[in-house]
């Protein structure tokens, strides 16, 4: 059959029933997830859950072997990182023998010894060898680093296995019992590290005993005000000869060395020993005065050692004291009716002068004496009843002839006397280096007869008194209205509804102390005006509306101001527009001015005002009370 025909055949519209074929059997239904059927054998379902179950078995155990390998891997990194980037120390051996009960001031030797136990050569290797701060090395190839002194060895390159050692001598000062702390530091830098590495030792010793011996001789109690007479002994007790020593001794507060054998070198407190040797011994003696209150402890100390870097390092020291005992006679002064020891010029100082006899035996004949040394006392206003003024020495003397009743004190008795001078008003100064000024009273009393019960003991009491002067301050406040500072203008007399200005000056003398925290301040009346014009030249000016208050801060004011230094002043103009209400009244300008500061000598306040100034300026000639009553 043709083509042709076959198409024919197939495109026909009718078949004829003979010729078709049969449909093919019909295959059995496919099945997707959601068309599955509602019951599968069980034998399928157990197969699926243990399959399953196995896959995720099967998945942990190559998680945990991969988690394991990398962790093992990172292990080994870190390992090699550490072999490449680390050493082990402690295979550095390093060692400081030494004395551990030392002897001050003998020489001791100090040996370090290092080993290298590893399998690597040390490179750059140092040794240093630190000193206890009470060490004198003789290394001359010293190191300082910040309190310590050190030295230092190279080293050099220390093959595997190589040891070596370091010697250093040294003489150690201090105290006895005291700690001595040594150290010993070996720094390197291994082969193929760039890193530095280092080992450190440290050693402690004892000083067991000091070569040289320290002692006072000087009594239990001492009379205050009284001359006495002391001694320092010195002792090597050691088999040493000692060269470049200095002894040095620290005097109590208020004693005064008058004299001392042999002549002190560095000052009054510091004598030079060249040579001291075994067994040798000295003995400085020295004389003074000691003073201070009855029960006082009163400590002299001494030590012995050499100058380091300009430090004192003493060998040893000691130290022993005296105590302040009442004299046989006591005397005593006061201010009466005074709070504090400061007294303004041209004051009146009114002294009580208590003495007593502290012995249970009579004493006498006895002398009080009282010399005034003070460039600010009026000499001429000195009155002492019972005694007598010596103009030649500026002394009040008492005795027999002028007291009978000293001619016998009996024991345990007590009297008093009583003096006064007046401070003078002007005090003398001429020089910007004239202030600060004192009254000095020095006060003794003395008997020549020694009972034979105190035979021994100076019969002598001292006293003395400083009274500080006050500055002198002065305040003034001055108007003007014909004034070079500032010019003013208005009527005058001051008429109704038209203004007329004024100038206010302010100045400030100080004689004798320095005074600080100085500040005017003053209050303007409601019917004043401030027209802001000022003349300043010390110091700041500030006008407050709202308080109507003007303030003038100084600060300083040296002493001498106004005398030989320029006087402190300022200048500000104030305006007035009187009122019906003032007619034939001079109204006040100004009110309330007043001037506090601080004495810098005697720390007393300072405290001064000034009067009112009023519109009748009786400072300006040219105005007077006609020309300052308000008139219509």
Known sequence: MGLEDLQKKLYQEKEPAEDKKESPPALPPV???RTLPSALPASWGGESSDFLAQRKKRRFLWTTVISVIALLLVLAGWILWRGLHSFDTSNVALEIFGQERIVGGEEVNFVVRYKNNTKTALEEAVLTFVYSTDSLPEDENLKKMGDSILSERKIGTLPPGQEGQGEFKTKILGDKDSSQKFS????????????????EKEFEGKIVAVPIVLNFDLPEKVVSGQDLSLSLQYINTSDTEFSGLKIKIDWPENFVLSKAYPVSSGGQNIWDLEKLASRAEGKIVFNGVLSGLAGDDKFFRAQVGVEKDGRFVAYSQAAQSTMISISPLWLEQSLAGADSASADPNQFLNYILKYRNTTEFPLGPVEIRVKIESQAVDLSSVMAPGGFFNNNDNTIVWNVSTLPALEKL????????????????HLPVINPSDKNFTVLTAASIDSPNVPFELLGTKLAGKNELTVKVNSRVVFYQKGFYQDSLIPNSGPLPPRVGEKT?????????NISNNISDAEVSAVLPNWMQWPEKISLADGSLKYDVSSRKVTWKIGKVSAGTGVVLPVKQIA??????????????SPELIKGAKLEARDDFTETPVSLTAPDLKTSLTDDPAVGYDKGTVVN
């Not at 009996?410 to 008003?425: M, P, T, V």
């Not at 200005?501 to 003398?509: K, M």
């Not at 500000?572 to 009244?585: C, K």
């Open 410 to 425: 009996a024991g345990k008795s007590e009297n008093e006397l009583s003096f006064s001078f007046r401070i003078k008003d």
């Open 572 to 585: 500000f103009q104030v305006a007035l527009v009187p009122s019906s209400s003032q007619v034939g009244s």
């Open 31 to 33: 099945y997707t997830e």
């Open 184 to 199: 010993a530091k070996l720094t390197y830098r291994p082969a193929n590290f760039n890193s530095e590495f280092s080992s």
């Open 501 to 509: 200005t004024y100038t206010v000056r302010w100045q400030i003398l």
